[in-house]
Every structure is written in C-alpha cells, then in structure tokens.
C-alpha cells in the first residue's frame, strides 16, 4: 500500500480537528494532492485492482462532512431495522429528533398547496367539484406557462416565469415594497441547491488567494460540506452564547483578519433565524452586518429559509434585502447579496418536494450569464417542487375561497411550534448541567450541556467527540436521535446538541422528560467513575 | 484592468479550440490559476469595488459549456419574445427542436404515472371512485415508504425503499434473471444528478495524474460541462460516422494510449442508445468495450436512459449489466459499473419531474459510505420525481385495472417516435449536403451537413463555428431552433446538427421540408458568393 503524503494535504493556518467518528469543527485545507504521487494501482481483491478506492477518491469528497445525517443517524436507521427484527431494547421506537423534517414528525400538508399541485399533475381534476375554484384558477395559470401544458416539460433553468413573477411580488409585500425584479429570482432544489451554486461562483484563488468563506459557528454543516467539496477555505466566526447566540461584528472584524493572513475571505454567510441555534438578528445587527459586508467587500449569503419561524414575541424577521434598501442608495445599488428561501421549512414543511427560490442582486451581468450556463447543465428544477413554491409565496388571498381554511391551517401549525419551542427551553432549563437559550426562531434548539471529564476521557480513548460519545448513549438508553453539537461547531471546550422542536407536543415532553432522566444518571455515572478514579 | 495570464492555464497537450459563440470538441486543461496572481479588487461600478466579476469567477465555472441550452437557444427565446411584441417575421412560431423534451411537443403523459402521483399529493383521493384500484394500491405503498405517510417528508438520501425494491425487480427482469440488489440502486434527480456525483467521486491527482474521462465524440454536453466543473481532462473517443457511429475498439485503445501520455484516464463513458448520434450498439460491441475496460482498469458509465427507445427492427437494447454478467464471474465480480436511468425520456418523457435512478454495481464497500456521505449533503430527490421512476420501472402488469390503457398509451407514443424517427431520416436524405444516419434509437437525428467554403469563411469572420452560423441563419429564417454539431463534439473538418424527432408527424414533416428549403438556399448563397469572389 502507498504511503500518502498526508501531511502535505493540510494548509498551514488552518488546524486538524478531526478523529474517526468524530466531527469537529471542519478541517478545509486539503488539496487534490494525495493521488498525484500515487500509481493508479492500489487494491487488489481477487487479484483484480479496482478503479475506485479509498486512496484514489477525489479527496475533496473525503473531506466533506454532514452531521445531520452522519454517523449517529446511520446508528438510528441500524436500531430501528433491529426493533423491527424484534430485538429487546429499553424503548420501542427511534424518534428522530436530528432533522427538521416536519411531516415525518406528523406535521400535516397545507391543503390548499398539495391541491394545486394535484390538479396541475392530473388535469382532468379541474373538472372535478372537489376542488375549490381558487385552486383550479392557479394551476391553469402554472400550466399555461408549462411547454404543451405539462408539468412533464423542462421548464426555463430559471424556473417558471409566473412563479418568479409571484415570488418577486411576495418579497416585495414582505419587505414593504422593496422593488424586486423576477429576473433576479432563481428557483432552486431546496435552498441548498442555490447556496451551492452561488459558492461555486465564488470559488477561486489558490494559496494565499484561496477564497474564504466566513461561516457562522454553529453553522448548518451544509455550508462546510460544501466549502470542502469546492476546496475552498472555511473562516469560522462564534455566534455570542451568552447573548443567545447574536452576532457579533467585533467578532466578524476578529475572524477576517485574522483570515486574510491566510486566504482571501469574499464571502460572508449569515442564516438567520440561525440554524442550529434559533436565534432571530436584530435590525440593528443586520445593519451592522450589512455595514461591514460594505466595507470589507465582501459577498452576502443570507439563509432566510426560517421567515416564517418566529416565535418570541420581541423578535421580527428584518430580511437583509430590506435592510440593504433602507440603508440608502450607497448600499442597495453595490452589495452583492444572494438571499435563500424553501418549501421544507416555514408552516408548509414540504422538504419532499425540494422547491426553493433564491434572489441574487448587483451581480454583474456577465457573471449572471455564467451563472445561467451553469444552472442549464441540470437542465432544471423539479417542476413540482416549483409548483409548491409558488403556493409558498402565492397563498390564497382575503376573499378567495380556500383562505379562511388555509389561514387556519397556518396559524395552528406556527402557534403550535411557538409552543413547542418555549416548551422545549424550560424543560431542557429544568435540567442541572443543561443550558438552553430561547428558540426565538427555526426548529431547533441547541442546548449546551456539561460533560464530566471522565466521560471526556472515555471518548478520546474511543476516538470520538464527548458530545457524540453523549448522543450515541442517548440513542441507545432511550431511543432519541439529536446530532452532537460537534457536527454543527462549538467553542473548543463547550458541549451541545441539535434537536428539532417538531414532535407534537405530548410526545414532546415525554422525550424531554426522557432526555433530563438520562442526563442526571449520565451525570451520576461519570461522576461516580470519577470519584473511583481519585 | 488585471491582465490574466491565460496561457498557464492550458495543459499543453489539450488543443485549445474556442472562439467567442462558438463550441468545439473542449478545452479541458484549465486549472484554477487565473485569480491567484490577481488581486481581490477588479472592477469598478459607481466607484465601488464588486467581489464577483468575470475576472474573479471561478474558472471552472468559465470553462463550463452546454450547447442544448448554449448560444442559440438564448437567440431562440429572443424571437419568440419579438414574435409576442409582434415583430414580423418570415415565419410565426419557434419550433423548439434543440431538447428532448416530449411533453412540450405535444405528447400526453401517461395516465397511469400521473394518476398515481395525484393520489400520492392529495391522499384524500383514495377514497374517490375516479382513480383505478391499481393506482390507488400502488400509491398507498409508496406512502406507507414515507415518512409521516407523506410526500412532503425527506426520503432516505439514497431513495424510498420500497422505490429501489422496484428498480432491482425491473432490472432483474430486463435482463433476463440477473441479480439486481436494491442497495446498488440510487435515485437520483434525473440521470444528469447521477453521471455528476459518480464523476466527482473519480476525479483526482495533478499533473499527470489528473483523471482522464473518456467520453465519445459526439457526446452529450453534460459529459464535457461536468468534465470541465471538476476541473478532469476530457479524454475524446471518436464514433464511426460511416458506420452508423458504431463504437469502435481500436478508436478506444487509440485515444486511451494517447491520453496516458498527458493525464491518467479512469473512466469511460458510453451512451447507448446513442445522444445526439441515435445508434444502438450491437451485442457483440458492447462485450469488446467491457473487455477493453477490463484490460485496461475503467470504471464504466454506461448511460443506458434510451433504453426503451429503439426503433430499428434488427436493432436490441443490451444493457451492460447484462453482458457483463454473461461474460462471466471474473468480469462480472469485477469490472466497476455505474448505469443510468431516467423519467425524462423513455415513452414516459417526463423530464420535469427530475426522476432517474443510477445502479452502481462493484464499488468498494468504503467508497459507497462516502458517496451516501456525499448524497446526504443535498437532502434527497425529488420525493415525486421518485414515484414517476417508479412507475416507470413498475407499469401496471397484465389482469390488473390500468394494463389496457397503459399499454395501448405506451405502443402508441413509441409506434409514433418510430414513424418520426424514419421520417426523418429518410427526408433529410432527400436533401443535397445532407447525409443523415438511421435513427435506430433515442430521439434525435444527428445528419451531417455540408457547408460551402465560402460560409465556413464568413464563420471565422464572425468569430463563430461554421455550424453554428448555419444554425442561426435556419433559425432566423425559419424559426426552426436545432443545435450546432459543434456543441456535441465532431472530426475536424465536419459539420453537423442535433434535431429531435419529437414533433408530431405532420409537423415534423414540415420541419424538415422548411430544413431542406432553407439548406438549399443556404448552399446557393454561398455557392454565389463563391463564383462572385473568383
């Protein structure tokens, strides 16, 4: 077997977090080196060498790392398939509680959106007295701009033009008449697909040229898997724990330069409401933000996927957008800003139907068409997925027939969640050796939780991270699945988890009830080991 | 203005064939240098820097070229937005016949596919007497795969289960009894999704050591975009235009032992049936490739998604899982095979859905975790786009309620491409300077056109591929939207065009009489200037 040059894999100033089954804060410094000295030939099975191996995989794909569906999700598939085998556990079922997936958790579809995309799939239906007439009138318009009236057609890479059209005509309403140009909306595969695509522009420079990506931590490790799928440089500012989790730009003036020693930081990612951490930015920040963004040059990426999840009472959605345009002319006519929205989260929760949208202004013209060259390749998003969107942005108005069943549907689910969240905050609060801030926004919360040391010690022999070390026992003793806060980016030295507030309510305080009885005997355990150990 | 120094970024044995509009066989060699000696601030606009401008783009973004949705498709969209306004012009619609894309030319979906995906959307459907038993039986099975019983749920990353159970059950029956195993099976977002995400895993080294992935000549331009994306060389295998773009060993081995000089080729790409060339590879063929893969240490892409689309009666659609497995164990056990399938072509042509799967057979155990690593990071497919694949891969069977209408939807919808794939073919043969191929399979023809020495000039003038002045000058005449061969990949010295056959048939007949008008005009034309000049 070939010796690899591991070593010369790693940029100087950025350091190596990472041990087997453990995922720390990202390592992004690895290069396309490892195979260049290595002949085609590794492994042999059968005495026949095989293509692709793990010494001969892109190792920008062995860099890359998902929590929120890595090791200790792959655990809970394995437990499940073992309850179904019939095999003894302490519990008799997984709850998955690591991803924001609403209508696995029972979350229903708003109705008058899967109608309006049934109609647009079956055509006859529009003949049916089922349907409500609102929602036959939109899907005759969807379907008007479809190639031969079928959802079946590719549409334009963009999208379709009338649901750009109300796309653009819902973040104007949102933003208080902010103008909007459907030509600066790109409907997109979930709103990971459009991050993707604007980081792929992004993306350029080798050594100290290398573009930097500044990521909040705790970040959505979707930005860090794809920094290291695109061999970019990760540059990591620390959301303030203390002053639930708000942005700092002390904080974001600390993090460039100190990156600039060693890459050439253009891009800044905010996601707000945050994501794992719930919290909702202030105006006051976003202006700061904005301001900062200004002067630095730096490109914008704002992850708005949670709009519509606000829940403490003091806090407002403010989109960066808005804020840009009120800001004066100065700003709104020259900061690059891609913004981001989806069908999988708000009170639709359709992440099945992977419909997105992103809004991307002051990008150049140029650059705009090599944009629409590369998003031609994929020839173009789900059309239904789109047709879901369109709901999102276009849902029935005062007057219209489906509005008053659609609005209640609405309110249920977002108070329900409000509840869910204060819900989650004072049970987890209630636990010694758990902290939680207020879940303000989105469907997490993010708990920092107290490791004894013992149990610190137990998982570097195990050669994982404590939290994971917590959250696999967790999955085990109770049948909770939560990604370990290591997956997301912590302070060095701080331990939490990411768990959705999505179960309904009932079913939520038992698993809160669950996770503060494990927590108090994972604390007597370790602390008992402890005091043997003395 | 930053002058950026474009020469280091060719590898010196890649031809550099490019000109502004035009798309030749592609440049590959470009590798990320041109923003390192560049520094961060490039551009001005009202006094203020911009991050991303064309000189600051990634230049694997740049390199990037896809022909199907290129230049003259842009052009295309433009009349058609001139014909609203009411410009006149010498004809009264675009004929858009660059894409495969079924439905917008008219062909009805198949009612089964669709009936199933409305119950799906809208589950209260089950219980209307509307819908078939079939149907209805076939999407509670696919809801009891999803979470929450809903398509609004994320599936596994990998697919629903009981989807990939499906695609195994069809394979198995495609080929005659040979294994297929639902855990070899992935559903992806069309079959673009899939070609990219095995051609990422594959790509690695420097130098000399840098991916080498074989493709034919002509190819799809998804193969060359995704090439230049990830930054591989694109390794030209030439198709024997004189013998019906047959597949020819000694081209392979030709084109193999002249990339080794410069690069280190893995992968080998085949596209049967063939895009744009519509030819079916023989039996015999395909066990000549597959033993010349195995001799030679390629991991196979076989792009299988015309499969259901051969319309030459001495013609057979062998899938090279098939043959591989009939070749024996040491190739079946061996050789790495990644296939491919699809929702958007077929009889189905349900493009846009974004349903496909890919089955990816002998991957080592280790690479397949990092590709589900990889998988999980965009979420999932399109969970609709699922449930068209698996109607695809699962139609109504004999005795059961849908099998009458499905059956007779489906003969007619392929009996139709047949006639248009004959008809075209034959009239293009009609015209002087056009020599078209039988269409044995797929959906397009591929003819080669001769172009008078005196346009091929006036090209070179203009900066632009010969055949891509011949194809704009068809469209502004005619309306009639083709793709320039050029974009596809041709011998030097060739021109050629890619047409769809998918026009109904007495349109289609039109089409090609106004091609046939317009193509010998074109020659006198020329053919004067000729005279004119000497």
Known sequence: MNGLKTSRCLSSSVMLLKRSGNIQVKVTGVKRLSTAEAPATLTKENGKTRVLTMETLNPQVKAVEYAVRGPIVIKAGEIEKELLQGMKKPFSEVIKANIGDAHAMGQQPITFLRQVVALCTCPELLDSPV???????????????????????????????????DVAMYIEQRDGGVPA????????????????TILKLLVAGEGLSRTGVMIPIPQYPLYSAAISELDAVQVNYYLDEDNCWAMDVNELHRALSTARK????????????????????????????????????????????????????DCKFHSFKKVLCEMGPEYFNNVELASFHSTSK??????????????????????????????????????????????????????????EQFTKEKKSILSNLAERAKLTEEILNTVPGIRCNPVQGAMYAFPRIFIPPKAIEEAKVLG????????????????????????????EGTYHFRMTILPPSEKLKLLLEKVKDFHIKFLQRYAALDAMSR
Chains 1, 2 share one sequence.
């Not at 140009?181 to 993707?196: E, R, V």
């Not at 914008?300 to 009472?313: A, G, I, K, M, R």
Request: glycine content about 10%; aromatic content about 8%; proline content about 6%.
């Open 262 to 313: 060693y890459c050439n930081p253009r891009v800044l990612c905010i996601i707000n409401p945050g994501n794992p951490t719930g919290q909702v930015q202030s105006r006051k920040c976003i202006e700061e933000v904005i301001h900062f963004a200004y002067k630095e040059n730096l490109f914008l990426l704002s992850d708005e996927v949670y709009q519509d999840n606000v829940y403490s009472p």
């Open 464 to 491: 994982m991270a404590p939290d994971m070390l917590y959250c696999l026992r967790l999955l085990e003793e109770t049948g909770i699945c939560v990604v370990p806060g290591s997956g997301f980016g912590q302070k």
């Open 181 to 196: 140009d459907p030509n600066n909306i790109y409907l997109t595969s979930g709103a990971s697909d459009g991050i993707s």
């Open 131 to 165: 349907f409500p007439e609102d929602a036959k009138a939109r899907a005759r318009r969807i379907l008007q701009g479809c190639g031969g009236n079928s959802l079946g057609s590719y549409s334009a890479s963009q999208g379709l033009d009338c649901i750009r059209e």
């Open 346 to 403: 708000g009170y639709t929760g359709e992440c099945g139907y992977r419909g997105g949208y992103m809004e991307v202004i002051n990008l150049e013209q140029e650059v705009r068409a090599q944009m629409m060259k590369l998003l031609s390749v994929r020839l173009c998003p789900s059309v239904s997925g789109q047709v879901a969107m369109d709901v999102v942005v276009n849902p029935p108005r005062s007057g219209e027939q489906s509005c």
